[in-house]
């Protein structure tokens, strides 16, 4: 066996790691999105399993299950992976009844597809069913033929057969290539890489999904020519950038030309040295992108003695892989937002690898609300985006949940979730614009007493008129009665309720303009005295016409004589107070528009004595 098979390393295990956690997501990703066939090509396969390591073992199920992946080599992890999703899916029956429909105008969705009298299109159906087998074509080259060989011993088990789960067939089919990858590349353009098949949802040719592992042990064999064709519509790939090593050979500028698809590099190499090794992944991902991939990803290797060794390159075209690529490359971070592991480090401080992913996601809060803060109206989805694609970070819904928490998001009025707390991918979401906001709104959101909630509903509601008490979905309730005592809340008239403090969730309530106006307000509606009660009944009703004593249900009815003593209220015609005597709350009266205008001062005083008589 290749020596290095016979004793792993720590960065080939963390390497190994990210190609399964890697792989573990892609393989499902493409079956669930309807495709039948996929292909892995492992350019460096090496022979599929390793020795014992010096490495440390976490004692959790996650870590233990890592690490008996992580002692296979690519070719053996690939098919596990590969396994363990067929399994899963043969087990969904149902699984191809969650495909997402079509893009508009690209075909068919398979609802469609079932219920449309069309022959061709009821031969479709039959030809790519409900439950078609599963395929993936394995090509594994490896250049020595001992190695080989240990190879077709280690994966024979899986070579060529039809499996049958449940009532579902999967197909594996290994192809072994001994031989170099140059010399094996050609015939995988031709057979893989550009094979099309028709969508079985979507009546359209696409790329057979590709994920490509190239693992060399140099620099000189995937030349970037090569690499490109790796790269575009449905295609991954995962590529080890040995930096080290070709900048020790910094003389063989062809073959590292070749490397880059370029001569940019060779201003690099004056760099210091780790800024050097930086630049030149950062090249790497630049000329992999202009050769075909959307999105690259780099995560840095470092071995025992602290030196930068390789990088693992990722490129895709797909969004929702480049997430998981990057889940797979924060199980091997260890700390920090850096994708880097670091043999040394883990040795120095006798650090257990856990393989667990260790994101905080106060951090990635933090890093969302510096990014947005002040917007309105952004999508869940575009949040995701950002994250995704511009900071090292995983998005996570928690971090929102966080800064709702704090009041740094609020949902927009009248679009809210069903659920406190929940995010879908299109909610639109506001954003503080400064930290005093989201303190008021923190208050709102997240309050820890009534007292706190009476302050973020004030905040948010003042000068809003009709607002729906179940709209406002207050914790205590007894934030709007402490609200009402201040003069902040209001009743609406005619709507006023029969309890004082009382509010029903279809209750529409009022929010005073000012604090000054509140302060009135709270005369009326919490007076401490008559004075202040009949303070508060002025400012409310000055200038009104025709108004029922029990619509203002006064605290004290000596609050409406101190109004009529002042001339500021009087009896409308026909309702002086002689003939409702016996009718205790039911009198009418008007209220003088001000002083100037009150008609008050033409009452005789024997009325005044009377009015005395039934408060
Ligand atoms: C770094 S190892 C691959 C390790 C493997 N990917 C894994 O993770 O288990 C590189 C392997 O590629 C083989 N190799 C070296 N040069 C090659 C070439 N030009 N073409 C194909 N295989 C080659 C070596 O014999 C060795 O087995």
Not at 293 to 318: G, R, V
Not at 443 to 452: A, F, I
Not at 540 to 553: E, H, L, N, P, S
């Amino acid at each position: 066996m290749a020596a290095f098979c016979n004793k792993d390393t720590e960065h080939g295990r963390a390497k190994r790691v990210i190609l399964h956690k890697t792989l573990q997501a892609w393989f499902p990703i493409y079956f669930n999105r309807g495709f039948r066939r996929v292909n892995y090509i492992d350019g460096f396969s090496a022979a599929g399993v390793y020795g014992e390591t010096e490495l440390a073992r976490g004692d959790n199920p996650i870590t233990r299950r890592v690490n008996e992946v992580c002692e296979m080599g690519s070719p053996l992890i690939a098919l596990h992976d590969l396994t363990k999703c067929f399994a899963k899916l043969t087990e969904q029956l149902e699984y191809q009844a969650t495909l997402p429909p079509g893009p508009e105008g690209e075909g068919i969705s398979i609802q469609e597809l079932l219920e449309t009298p069309d022959k061709a299109l009821n031969e479709r159906q039959l030809k790519y069913g409900l439950r078609p087998p599963l395929m993936a074509d394995i090509v594994l080259v490896e250049k020595e033929a001992d190695v080989m060989q240990y190879l077709r011993n280690n994966t024979g088990a899986w070579n060529s057969r039809d499996y049958q789960y449940d009532d579902g067939i999967v197909k594996y089919k290994i192809h072994y290539k001994q031989k170099t990858f140059q010399e094996a590349h050609q015939e995988i353009n031709e057979n893989f890489l550009r094979v099309k098949d028709q969508h079985p949802i979507w009546v359209r040719d696409v790329p057979r999904p590709t994920f490509a592992f190239i693992d060399p042990c140099g620099y000189s064999h995937t030349p970037m020519d090569m690499v490109q064709n790796f790269l575009g519509e449905n295609k991954s790939a995962l590529i080890n950038l040995m930096v080290q090593y070709f900048d020790r050979f910094k003389a063989d500028q062809g073959n590292i030309d070749s490397l880059f698809g370029c001569q940019e590099w060779r201003r690099i190499t004056a760099e210091d040295c780790e800024e050097r090794y930086i630049s030149y992944a950062k090249l790497y991902e630049e000329k992999l992108r202009e050769r075909g991939a959307t999105y690259t990803l780099s995560f840095a290797m470092k071995d025992k003695s602290n030196n930068l060794m390789y990088y693992l390159i990722f490129a895709t075209n797909d969004k929702e892989i480049l997430s998981k690529a990057k889940e797979a490359f924060n199980r091997v971070t260890q700390e920090g937002d850096d994708f880097k592991f670091n043999a040394f480090y883990i040795k120095k401080n006798k650090r257990t690898l856990t393989w667990l992913n260790i994101q905080n996601n106060e951090d990635l809060a933090f890093v969302i609300w510096e990014d947005f803060r002040g917007r309105e109206a952004v999508r869940v989805c575009d949040i995701n985006d950002h994250v995704t694609l511009d900071t090292p970070y995983i998005f996570r819904k928690a971090a929102l949940v966080m800064l709702y928490d704090q009041g740094m998001v609020s949902y927009i009025e009248g679009a809210a979730p069903a659920k406190k707390h929940d995010f879908p991918n299109e909610l639109q979401i506001n954003f503080a614009s400064s930290e005093e906001e989201a303190a008021k709104l923190r208050k709102l959101q997240n309050p820890g007493t009534p007292e706190e909630e009476a302050e973020g509903i004030w905040f948010k509601y003042q000068r809003r008129k009709g607002i729906r008490v179940g709209d406002i979905k207050p914790r205590w309730k007894e934030a709007l009665v402490i609200l009402y005592d201040q003069g902040k809340v209001s009743y609406i008239e005619g709507a006023q309720q029969d309890r004082r403090h009382s509010f029903p969730d279809d209750l529409e309530i009022d929010f005073a303009l000012t604090e000054d106006q509140a302060t009135e307000l709270k005369h009326l509606q919490n007076p401490e005295t008559e004075e202040q009660e009949a303070e508060g009944i002025w400012f409310k009703y000055q200038g009104r016409q025709a108004i029922m004593v029990r619509d203002i249900k006064p605290k004290w009815k000596t609050s409406l004589k101190i109004l009529l003593d002042k001339r500021q209220l009087h009896y409308d015609e026909g309702h002086e107070p002689r003939r409702l005597v016996n009718h205790r709350g039911k009198c009418l009266f008007s209220l003088a528009h001000d002083l100037h205008h009150s008609a008050i001062a033409f009452y005789p005083t024997e009325f005044l004595g009377m009015f005395s008589t039934w408060v």
